[in-house]
């Protein structure tokens, strides 16, 4: 069973940073695009920033220039570098990607178990 485990997150300060790592254990095939998610109180769910494994990033316009996501295939693990941290980036962040248990299998996604990081105003 592929697993995505997270860690880092806690409480932050309002100009801080805070860094967040999820790795994939178990046993897999293939790992797609690395993403983290979050969900603050009351909103939806959103997009924060994705990395492919040829390294081609993508942000939400309100994290660009402020979190930087990276990636060690090596060690299926990805990060978010967060910055400059701001209240409102208080949330549940989760890591997402879709996984290959063997060549010839379809994609399915898989959720880490989400970490709270919260910013103080």
């Known amino acids: 069973q592929v697993q995505l485990v997270e860690s880092g997150g806690g409480l932050g300060q309002a100009g801080g940073s805070l860094r967040l790592s999820c790795a994939a254990t178990?046993?897999?095939?293939?790992?797609?695009?690395m993403n983290w998610y979050r969900q603050a109180p009351g909103k939806q769910r959103e997009l924060v920033a994705g990395?492919?494994?040829?390294?081609?990033?993508l942000y939400a316009d309100s994290v660009k220039g402020r979190f930087t996501i990276s990636r060690d295939n090596a060690k299926n693990t990805v990060y978010l570098q967060m910055n400059s941290l701001k209240p409102e980036d208080t949330a549940v962040y989760s890591c997402y990607a879709p996984v290959k248990t063997a060549a010839r299998t379809a994609w399915v996604g898989r959720w880490g178990q989400g970490t709270q990081v919260t910013v103080p105003s």
């Open positions: 990395i492919t494994s040829d390294g081609i990033t």
């Open positions: 178990g046993s897999f095939f293939s790992i797609g695009a």
